[in-house]
């Protein structure tokens, strides 16, 4: 009798990395997305992977080691020693390099290092000035044929160009510069994913007529199309999963809300559905935000479901601290659909502050603005993106170019700053004094309260390569003032989540695996890390467990 196929649910890069893993050892999968467009979170993101002593490295000629990777992870998660797992740090760091040399061999990416990006926390004992953070090369959205249209593309980087190219010309610059498509097709996927319209190039180029995507869509990409070569390998797409099946000891199958109604399927079941930031009730269980504070850049099928059908089946939660939450700051979107988030509260001529009209914070570095924002022992929500009429004439904000208009309702103007903080519910008087001892260090390029500029991950991935003497720092001294209320936003990374092992084994709260669940990607908790969070973390160790699991899965 033929072995019942591996339901892997959800349709990101870890899933669809899963299914591939299984495929290539002949094991058939069904791929289960609640969502009509494939991709997930992923697709949306800037695409990199942070993996140390990696081949790419080696093949670069950058010297690096497991041990001066271990020393940073551990460098950067000391507050919470607890938290981390030791077995599944090990497994990690040990099998991630060795994961990504196999989707290499076995064509699903061709790997380069992301070059000049340092380690979120250079000063961090083991940090690398260069070499970790690996992405796909750019891909041709073509070889996706009619499956081009059923990937997410993302909205908050210039799809099309790389990271070199970004480099030259900064963030915000590249993306409001990015082509629009010739046609229709990226406009209607940004509206499938639930997000603004901010960004969507798609990458095909007016010059060449060329459809090259990078960052996270790219890499989504070259997964995908690898994956579409296997006959294994069977789609399921608005199929959402509302339960798993169970036989009181194991998981043996899931049922199925599609198209054609109900059904129930049996087998393995891995679930890849991402985090919850779309669920209110546990961003506010897990996050402790509500929802004038928290907003989500994911797409709105990352919902919560991994987590809460895994609670159902008997699962134990594991529990980060929201201060050490990826979740920059962002704003409500234009008409109040969704989230926006871009690099402008990195560029010069803008400063954060706290209803007291004080900063708080590195209003640069987003691990700072959650870190200090959200201690339990003292914290500034609400806070408040201040900035003046040079940031206005050379970034302009979201959607709105350089010098245009902002949209009704979006932001706050005044002449003075006194008469902002007044309209914005802070204390105007405090916010003038903040902002004229914020531009006396501005002015020298240096931030002696809180070191704005002083994070080369941050200076080089968001700043202004064109404004001196730093990428991040100019006063806000010009009027008219502009200001607006803003609020975290989640990139699908809650942190908290499914607790699993080394092998990515869904537990129960007794420590025990439950048979026939597994979990990869950002719906199971971090334990992995403990609280130690960098950019890349999540796509390395969802990738890594795919890997794990395609292994152990396949006969």
């Known amino acids: 009798m033929a072995a019942a196929p591996v339901l892997v649910v959800g349709a990101g890069l870890g899933g669809i990395a899963t299914a591939i893993g299984l495929a290539l050892r ?48 551990r460098a950067i998660g000391h507050d919470h020693p607890d938290l981390l797992d030791e077995e599944a740090l090990d497994r990690w760091l040990t099998v991630a390099p060795e994961a990504m040399a196999y989707w290499e061999e076995v064509g699903a990416v061709a790997w380069e290092v992301i070059p000049d990006l340092a380690d979120y926390h250079d000063e961090a004992p083991g940090a690398l000035a260069a070499g970790r953070y690996l992405t796909g090369a750019p891909f041709d959205g073509a070889a996706l044929g009619s499956w081009r249209g059923r ?36 406009d209607e996927i940004a509206d499938h994913a639930g997000v603004p319209a901010f960004g969507r190039a798609g990458g095909r180029t ?49 049922r199925v809300d599609g198209p054609g109604g109900h ?20 961003v506010q269980e897990l996050l402790g935000l509500q929802p004038e504070d928290f907003g989500t ?4 099928t990352v919902r919560g479901d991994g987590l809460r059908l895994a609670r159902a089946a008997g699962a134990d939660t594991v529990r980060i601290p929201a201060t050490c939450v990826p979740m920059p700051p962002g704003w409500a979107a234009p008409g109040g659909h969704g989230s926006a988030n871009g690099p402008e509260y990195a560029l010069p001529h803008a400063m954060i502050v706290d209803r007291t009209g004080r900063r ?50 979006q932001v706050t103007a005044a002449p003075t700053l006194e008469l902002l903080g007044e309209a914005l519910g802070i204390d105007g008087a405090t916010l003038a004094l903040t902002a004229a001892r914020f531009n006396e260090g501005a002015r020298r390029g240096v931030d002696p309260d809180f070191g704005r500029g002083s994070v080369p991950f941050i200076t080089r991935f968001a700043g202004d390569p064109a404004h001196g003497p730093s990428p991040v720092l100019g006063d806000v001294a010009e009027p008219p003032f502009f200001g607006m209320r803003l609020r975290f936003v989640g990139t699908g990374i809650g942190m908290s989540g499914v607790r699993i092992d080394a092998d ?5 709260p007794s420590g025990q695996p439950i048979e026939g669940l597994f979990a990869v990607g950002s719906v199971a908790g971090y334990s992995t890390m403990g609280s130690a969070y960098n950019s890349g973390f999540a796509l390395s160790r969802g990738l890594t467990h795919a890997y794990l699991v395609a292994q152990e899965l396949a006969p």
């Open 263 to 282: 059904e129930e399927l049996v087998g393995p079941v891995v679930l890849a559905t991402s985090s919850f930031d779309g669920d209110p009730e546990l």
């Open 504 to 508: 990515a084994h869904v537990l129960d």
């Open 206 to 254: 007016q010059a060449t007529g060329t459809d090259t995507l990078t960052f996270g869509t790219g890499l989504v990409a070259a997964f995908l199309a690898r994956a579409l070569q296997e006959p294994a390998i069977s789609w399921r797409l608005s199929a959402r999963v509302v339960s798993l099946l169970t036989d009181g000891e194991a998981v043996t199958g899931v």
């Open 151 to 186: 990937l997410h593309v993302s909205p908050y980087f210039p799809v099309g160009m790389t990271y070199s190219e970004m480099y030259l010309k900064g963030r915000r610059s590249s993306t409001l510069s990015a082509s629009p498509t010739a046609d229709a097709e990226a």
């Open 26 to 73: 002949g094991t058939p999968v069904i791929v289960l997305e609640a969502g009509d467009l494939v991709g997930g979170a992923s697709a949306l993101s800037g695409g990199q992977v942070w993996v140390g002593a990696n081949h790419v490295e080696e093949r670069d000629g950058i010297t690096d080691s497991r041990t001066l990777a271990e020393q940073y992870v």
């Open 297 to 300: 850049l994911a797409p709105d």
């Open 360 to 409: 708080f914070c590195d209003d640069s570095y987003w691990v700072d603005i959650v870190r200090r924002g959200l201690d339990p022992t003292d914290p500034h929500v609400p806070f408040f993106l201040v900035w003046d009429a040079q940031h206005h004439r050379s970034y302009g904000l979201g959607t709105s170019a350089p010098g245009a208009p902002y949209p009704d309702g």
